[in-house]
């Protein structure tokens, strides 16, 4: 017989880890959106929370846009106690945060509040260990989903008490350094978006020009999660536009051995994401590649950018100057959808070529700061996840 205990135990716990389902030890609790049209639903001072704002930290405790008593009583939003854990499972499945304060979340998530005798972040941490399951769980063809009710059927082994706690406060350890990680790439961020904003309102000299004329578009490939591999070739998935890599990309993290399903993109080209279920100004969020022979596949588009505009340049214009003027031509409700040519009309102003290098070579330094602060964010959560793997079951 092997026995249900992990590979890696505090030596004081020798007992079995018992068997359950994630249904009988949280409840499972969904979201929902109220009617965006009626202003009487919105800015009030319930936390409402999509699943872009969770994931990044262990905790969470406030949320970017609120609803009222009133869109929550005329949505299926719920009421969240403090201690819930936030789990996505729509698009990108199995991103978790615990809410600080009473909160409600829209229909991309399914909620766990711990049962009687689960410690709420034991339970934080072993969802994190069955993103997998979950994602095999999951349905659809352009986003994929999973059900409340194949949430309540995941199957987990779970200890006593004392042994949840003493593992949730060990990892809580590496979990306060990612916090305080992540603080310092959001401060270097905020730095780099201010510069941009300040550099073009200052700037004299700019000409009108259509998204068209920055170069050709191109569509990409399909390759999901499960083509990746520890060798092959570099490769840059849809869902990592939104959680990997931000306005430049210069090392790439993934690989691929299944190429031929890909398309190779050449350095200097954009990466525009081309759906979501969050807003539409996620998705005026490109991408540009500084590394030669990337493969890129999933639900985006690239543009191969002209040599008279520097594509470091125009990803920071677009990030932060023109997002939410572009997001208005994205369509769509539950599934917000961005083709280039809903937006290769567009026009933006864009400064000559010699202002778009001096604004990059001033943000040279904080760009490559910023990028080696996303090394040892990636080295702490890959020790995370290699303890994840060795103290549960």
Aim: hydrophobic letters at 35%; a neutral charge.
């Amino acid at each position: 017989k092997v026995p249900n205990v992990p590979p890696l135990r505090f030596p004081e716990f020798t007992g079995e880890w018992e068997k359950s389902t994630l249904g009988g030890i949280a409840d499972i609790v969904g979201g929902g959106t109220p009617e965006t049209d009626r202003q009487e639903y919105w800015n009030g001072e319930i936390i409402w929370y999509t699943p872009s704002e969770i994931g990044k930290n262990k905790y969470s405790s406030d949320s970017e846009r609120h609803i009222t008593q009133e869109g929550l009583d005329n949505s299926s939003a719920k009421l969240l106690p403090s201690g819930t854990i936030l789990l996505s499972t729509r698009a990108t499945i199995g991103e978790s945060s615990i809410a600080l304060n009473k909160c409600t979340t829209n229909q991309g998530f399914q909620s766990l509040i711990a049962q009687r005798g689960i410690y709420h972040e034991f339970l934080y941490y072993l969802i994190a260990t069955k993103k997998h399951e979950l994602v095999k769980r999951a349905c659809g063809s352009t986003f994929l989903e999973i059900s409340a009710n194949e949430v309540r059927k995941v199957p987990v082994l779970v200890p006593l008490f004392k042994e949840q706690y003493k593992l949730s406060t060990f990892l809580g350890l590496i979990d306060q350094r990612i916090e305080t990680q992540n603080k310092i790439i959001q401060h270097l961020e905020s730095l780099i978006k201010g510069i941009v904003v300040t550099h073009f309102n200052q700037c004299r000299n700019k000409q009108v020009i259509t998204i068209s004329d920055l170069g050709t578009a191109y569509s990409v490939g399909n390759l999901s999660k499960e083509d990746l591999s520890e060798d092959g070739e570099p490769c840059i998935l849809y869902g990592e536009l939104f959680t990997t890599y931000g306005c430049v990309a210069h090392n790439i993290i993934s690989r691929t051995n299944k190429y031929e399903q890909a398309t190779l993109s050449q350095i200097n080209d954009l990466l525009f994401p081309a759906s979501t279920t969050v807003d539409a100004v996620s998705l005026i969020a490109p991408t540009s590649i500084q590394t030669h022979g990337v493969y890129v596949a999933g639900d985006m588009f690239g543009i191969h950018i002209q040599p008279q505009y520097d594509s470091q340049y125009i990803s920071y214009l677009l990030n932060f100057v023109y997002n939410k003027e572009l997001a208005k031509y994205a369509q769509g409700s539950t599934i917000i959808h961005l083709h280039y040519s809903d937006i290769k009309r567009a026009r933006i102003l864009v400064p000559l070529l010699d202002e778009q290098k001096k604004c990059n070579q001033l943000l040279a330094t904080l760009q490559k700061k910023l990028a080696a602060e996303s090394l040892v964010l990636q080295m702490y959560q890959s020790q995370k996840q290699y303890l994840l793997q060795q103290m549960f079951i």
